[in-house]
């Protein structure tokens, strides 16, 4: 079946040090993977996304992802952390679906920065 | 640029008075749209999808029903409300003209059965 997922449902991280928010995925063919934020009571933010290229992709507010085909990853890190980037952070994968493409969510992991 | 609206942003509701929530996009044309709920704050779920006008594709059987009687209308309604049915419901569109292109979520709604 295809899917993706997020291990952790809570991620701590102190202001200015690294993040990796992990995610994985099971798809057939080529995968377009995608990273939202979600700040609360709010809609998703769409952060960056994979089609093809380059797998060091970046994004908004100093995001960056990296798509790893042999360990069918796609993390989301940033290099320092910040106590605004405290948020839920879903993962996504589209799939083909009939004659039409859906997007599936992870169950999403809970950034908390500390200052 | 294209913008997605969705209303209302609450709705409090008795258990079995039915329910309308509004999406509309501008700015594109033939988008597909989505409806999504989360629970709890956390994972979302794929409740309806939608190619085109009239064409709608549940993903879960449900107290709920979608329809788009326009090209960038999308309601998600219900006859009778359950207690299960309270949530975050979002909609979300996306272009049909490009590979791999991003899905947009407008702002929510949020949903209690009372």
């Known amino acids: 079946a295809q899917s993706v997922a997020q291990p952790e449902d809570q991620v701590n991280v102190a202001e200015g040090n690294p993040l990796t928010v992990k995610c994985t995925y099971s798809v057939s063919g080529n995968p377009y993977l995608f990273w939202y934020v979600q700040y609360p009571n709010r809609g998703l933010q769409f952060l960056l996304k994979?089609?093809?290229?380059?797998?060091l992709v970046k994004g908004s507010y100093g995001f960056e992802a990296e798509f790893n085909k042999s360990q069918t990853s796609f993390h989301l890190k940033k290099p320092s952390a910040l106590v605004s980037d405290s948020a839920l952070y879903f993962c996504?994968?589209?799939?083909?679906?009939?004659?039409?493409?859906?997007?599936?969510f992870g169950s999403g992991t809970r950034l908390s920065i500390r200052p | 640029s294209q913008t997605i609206h969705q209303w209302p942003a609450t709705l409090v509701q008795p258990v079995g008075s039915p329910l309308s929530l509004e999406c509309t996009v501008e700015g594109t044309s033939n988008p597909n749209l989505y409806w999504y709920r989360q629970a709890a704050g956390r994972g979302l779920q794929l409740l309806f999808y939608?190619?085109?006008?009239?064409?709608i594709s549940s993903e879960v059987p449900q107290n709920l029903s979608a329809s788009r009687p326009q090209d960038r209308q999308f309601i998600l309604s219900s006859k009778k409300l359950l207690l299960s049915d309270s949530g975050f419901y979002l909609c979300?569109?996306?272009?049909?003209?490009?590979?791999?292109?991003?899905?947009?979520f407008g702002e929510g709604s949020w949903l209690t059965v009372v």
């Open positions: 939608s190619v085109g006008i009239g064409q």
């Open positions: 994979y089609i093809t290229g380059d797998n």
């Open positions: 979300a569109w996306r272009s049909w003209e490009r590979v791999g292109n991003t899905i947009y």
């Open positions: 996504a994968v589209r799939v083909k679906y009939s004659s039409a493409s859906k997007i599936i």
